[in-house]
């Protein structure tokens, strides 16, 4: 058995984005593997453990995986869940580690992106999806985050500007970023005058599909220190699925039922978190998060947004690298996205601009949009080895 405290996160690895690419998910999974490899100095067969994100493996999944990529596990686990597996399978492997179930865990979340492969992933995500939303020609995320962005704005209050002001800070912090998409500044007039795409959603308020991943190795602290990897802490961590099925619509996540357990196992306060990656498939979603994760009461959030500067030097550093809005939302990868540059934030591993002295990071995970909600919600709190 091993200690909750001596199982840590390292060798965070990107496989950089592409908008298309005629690669399968199996070819951007490899790669990320083989950046681990290299980034930790392990030969493959020490990995003994394997945590996959993936919608595009089929009709593979992460048991058919682990012959392409010529691995043997004794732990295994597959988690399809969009936006919330980073954090998700973080919890998994860190179990396994600490269970003794496992030494070293490859977590990796990939997606390739065809020219027709979205539109294939939307036609059968769910039942949902293909029987109630689909079939009237609204069959991808835009409507749905209409329908919550509209409703949102008509209950607290919230301007297309104060969505725009998240959406800039992010630009402004992907141009150091050498893996963002995007890579020119966005002003505020430009992403107002943004064409609509399903109002009052316009075009900067949306992430672009395409391909890539990102993984990281979790491992006990003796280990990751007798290899000399910088390494971070993982101080606490929660998941929740299909929180609130009363709400006739969802103005909250798990979050909020999680958030007290996640911050007093942490041993820290929301006012302790030096920067915060959320899961920013819409800016809505960000200000959800911001509430929802305690940094501001419900539907405060716009005037929080107000207050606050959300660049990695401003005072409340916000998707450090760029986040899915200027990096690209690679499927499964885009949940290991903060996740992964929380760990570079933490580790000295950095490829973005630094927060100052950041000690604490919070990544948070949002997945599995239906109709009007997402079914999976999950947030990890960091540290730095020191903290």
């Known amino acids: 058995m091993v200690a909750h405290d ?13 908008r298309y690419s005629v690669r399968n998910a199996h070819w951007f999974c490899a790669q990320a593997l083989a950046g681990l ?13 394997l945590c996959v994100g993936s919608f595009t493996l089929a009709p593979d999944s992460a048991i058919g995986l682990t012959q392409h990529l010529g691995v043997t596990v004794r732990w295994l686990d597959y988690l399809p869940l969009g936006g919330a597996c980073g954090v998700v399978a973080l919890r998994r492997a860190l179990r396994a580690v600490q269970s003794g179930d496992a030494e070293v865990v490859a977590c990796i979340g990939a997606d390739t992106n065809h020219v027709d492969s979205f539109r294939q992933t939307l036609e059968s995500f769910s039942v949902f ?3 109630a939303v689909f079939p009237y020609g609204s069959g991808g995320p835009n409507a749905s985050f209409a329908f919550l962005t509209a409703y949102y704005m008509r209950l607290y209050g919230a301007t297309r500007e104060d969505f725009g002001k998240i959406c800039i800070a992010q630009r402004d912090n992907a141009l150091a970023y050498p893996n963002a998409l995007f890579k020119k500044p ?11 795409i399903a109002d009052p959603i316009h075009l900067f308020d949306c992430v672009m599909p395409c391909a890539g991943a990102e993984g990281f190795l979790v491992m006990s602290r003796r ?20 929180a609130f ?64 500067t959300f660049t990695t030097e401003g005072s409340f550093p916000i998707n450090t690298c760029g986040g899915q809005l200027s990096v690209g ?41 239906t109709y009007d909600r997402g079914l999976c919600s ?9 903290a």
């Open 6 to 18: 001596d199982v840590v996160v390292t060798a965070p690895v990107t496989v950089p984005y592409s």
């Open 245 to 308: 099925p009363e709400d006739p619509i969802q103005m909250r996540g798990g979050w909020v039922l999680d958030r007290d357990r996640l911050y007093g196992s942490a041993g820290i306060e929301p006012c302790d978190v030096d920067f915060v990656q959320t899961y920013d498939d819409y800016p809505v979603m960000s200000a959800m998060q911001i509430e929802d994760l305690g940094f501001c009461e419900k539907g405060a959030a716009p005037e929080f947004i107000r207050r606050h």
């Open 329 to 369: 939302q690679a499927g499964c990868a885009a949940g290991f996205l903060g996740l992964v540059e929380s760990i570079r934030q933490l580790s000295g591993r950095n490829l973005a601009r630094p927060v100052p002295n950041a000690r604490f990071g919070l990544a948070v995970g949002y997945g599995m949009i």
């Open 378 to 386: 999950a947030a990890a709190i960091l540290s730095r080895a020191d």
């Open 129 to 131: 999806a293909r029987d």
């Open 223 to 242: 280990r990751a220190e007798n290899l000399g990897l910088p390494y971070a802490r993982v101080r606490s961590t929660c998941e929740r699925h299909n």
């Open 37 to 49: 490899l290299q980034s930790s100095g392990l030969p493959k067969s020490e990995i003994d453990g």
């Open 186 to 196: 966005l002003s505020m007039r430009e992403y107002l005058e943004g064409r609509v």
